[in-house]
T-cell receptor
Framework: DGGITQSPKYLFRKEGQNVTLSCEQN?????MYWYRQDPGQGLRLIYY???????QKGDIAEGYSVSREKKESFPLTVTSAQKNPTAFYLC????????????FGSGTRLTVV | SQQGEEDPQALSIQEGENATMNCSYK?????LQWYRQNSGRGLVHLIL?????REKHSGRLRVTLDTSKKSSSLLITASRAADTASYFC????????????FGAGTRLFVKA
């Protein structure tokens, strides 16, 4: 079955560490996205990519970095510059830039210890 | 400010009752989407309604869109305990380039 796989499901980060969240899709979607979800809030866009080797900052990109070397993969690195990284991170993909619904992964819960 | 805002924030009903959730937005949109999220899971796309459509059905779901009032509603008929989840609306704006705005969601609890 086609879908999006996020790993790990749970991740613990020490102060000053960089951590990378994995996102892989086999839907042949061009566009991929990273969203952050905090309790009781809507999703906020971190980064998105519409094509391989190209990506744009979203509303809250500071302290995060991404790469898009393959169509199927869009990993997110949470750097030590992100001061409040504890959150639920969701990867998504869809056809094109707009006009279609998103397919989401099952999420990664990141906790700073 | 946030584009999509759901109302109510939380809703508790008995199994078999209908559940209605509303979403308001501020700018012109290309389409409006509804998603469901079970606790600790990703969002699942339920239905997308385009700006030139007024109503759409999918199984027990009925979505309406009123662009003059900049609002949408999601109706779940004959609710089941398994419908317990958070429901989000999301809008794709027509201007300003790519921009999907998600609301904060309505938490639905269906009592068996």
């Amino acid at each position: 079955d086609g879908g999006i796989t996020q790993s790990p499901k749970y991740l613990f980060r020490k102060e000053g560490q960089n951590v990378t969240l994995s996102c892989e899709q086999n839907l042949n979607h061009d566009a991929m996205y990273w969203y952050r979800q905090d309790p009781g809030q809507g999703l906020r866009l971190i980064y998105y990519s519409q094509i391989v080797n190209d990506f744009q900052k979203g509303d809250i990109a500071e302290g995060y970095s991404v790469s898009r070397e393959k169509k199927e993969s869009f990993p997110l690195t949470v750097t030590s510059a992100q001061k409040n990284p504890t959150a639920f991170y969701l990867c998504a993909s869809r056809w094109g830039q707009a006009g279609y619904g998103y397919t989401f992964g099952s999420g990664t819960r990141l906790t700073v210890v | 400010s946030q584009q999509g805002e759901e109302d109510p924030q939380a809703l508790s009903i008995q199994e078999g009752e209908n559940a209605t959730m509303n979403c308001s937005y501020k700018t012109s949109i290309n389409n409006l989407q509804w998603y469901r999220q079970n606790s600790g899971r990703g969002l699942v796309h339920l239905i997308l309604i385009r700006s030139n459509e007024r109503e759409k059905h999918s199984g027990r779901l009925r979505v309406t869109l009123d662009t003059s009032k900049k609002s949408s509603s999601l109706l779940i008929t004959a609710s089941r305990a398994a419908d317990t989840a958070s429901y989000f609306c999301a809008t794709d704006a027509t201007t300003g380039g790519f921009k999907t705005i998600f609301g904060a969601g309505t938490r639905l609890f269906v009592k068996a």
